[in-house]
């Protein structure tokens, strides 16, 4: 019985760590400056990034990603910084677009971009606005921000707004809560 009590609180824990974190943009532009929307209350930002890490959420590899898998983006944080990649199944050409937003500047370095394929940086280094198209392999780019509090993420596939079961984040392939979506920093 205890081991059961014990299993289903620290599911519930996480569950609500894991949706609290990925939210809506709509959210986060909502609350007063200097504070991070988590659930239904506001907490303070942390003051350096040292304080806070990504979410348990978005990091590791999506599970079900791999070249001509399920049409969508695939995002993930680890040790080496952020990862965007786009694929789908078949050879049909697909064009994936979309924007970053960074509350800290950052840096873009493609990955396997082709032909027509842009990843752009803003000039104060706060926006990445990418086009990817894509013939059923992998295109995509990885990321780097210095000590960002938030990232906002908007993305399209041949012109309409990803619905959420096209985007996958971290290795437990969670959906965000909406397009676009907001991954906050947590302490």
Known sequence: MRLRLS???????????LGAVVMPAATLAATPAGTIAVGSMSVATA???????????????????????????Y????????HLRVTHATSTRFVFSGRI????????????LEGRDFVAVSADRKVITYRLVNYG???????RTACARSLSFTGSMNGAKLPI???????????????????????
């Open 7 to 17: 299993l289903a609180t620290g599911l519930l824990s996480l569950s609500g760590l």
């Open 47 to 73: 003051a350096a990034c040292p304080d806070g890490h990504w979410p348990r959420s978005v990091q590791g590899v999506p599970t079900l990603f791999h070249a001509g898998g399920r049409a969508g983006d």
């Open 75 to 82: 995002i993930w944080h680890d040790a080496n910084g952020w």
């Open 101 to 112: 937003v960074s509350s800290a500047p950052l840096d873009a370095t493609p990955v396997k």
């Open 137 to 143: 392999h992998i295109d995509g780019f990885d990321f």
């Open 165 to 187: 079961t096209r985007i996958w984040l971290g290795r437990y392939n969670m959906h965000p809560l909406q397009n676009p979506f907001i991954v906050a920093r947590v302490s």
